[in-house]
């Protein structure tokens, strides 16, 4: 199935581009890079100089989705574990 802004969170979101546009941690703000790995209340963000831990609940995330379109992304939809974001959109 392809990923769309609508079916986002029923995806996996390893290997998408991410850049943070707003951050309750000031050190995190406009951050890029590529998720690489996910728990439930992280998201692990491979930069340029290293893999950064970021708290999904204090983010809002703009990612890249394989077709090139851009979607705007509120972290705390995200936190919880990602094979139970399945459960929650049913």
């Known amino acids: 199935m392809k990923i769309t802004q609508e079916n986002l969170l029923a995806h996996e979101l390893i290997g998408l581009s991410a850049e943070i546009v707003d951050s ?10 590529k998720i690489v790995y996910e728990t439930k209340n992280l998201l692990l ?3 340029h100089q290293k893999i950064t831990k970021v708290p999904k609940s204090t983010v809002v995330l703009l990612l ?3 077709d090139g379109n851009d979607c705007v992304i509120n972290g705390s939809d995200l936190v919880g574990r ?4 399945i459960q929650r959109l049913s």
């Open 64 to 66: 890249r989705l394989p």
């Open 45 to 47: 963000l491979s930069t």
């Open 82 to 85: 990602p094979e139970d974001r």
């Open 24 to 33: 309750k941690h000031v050190s995190l703000k406009n951050m890029r890079g």
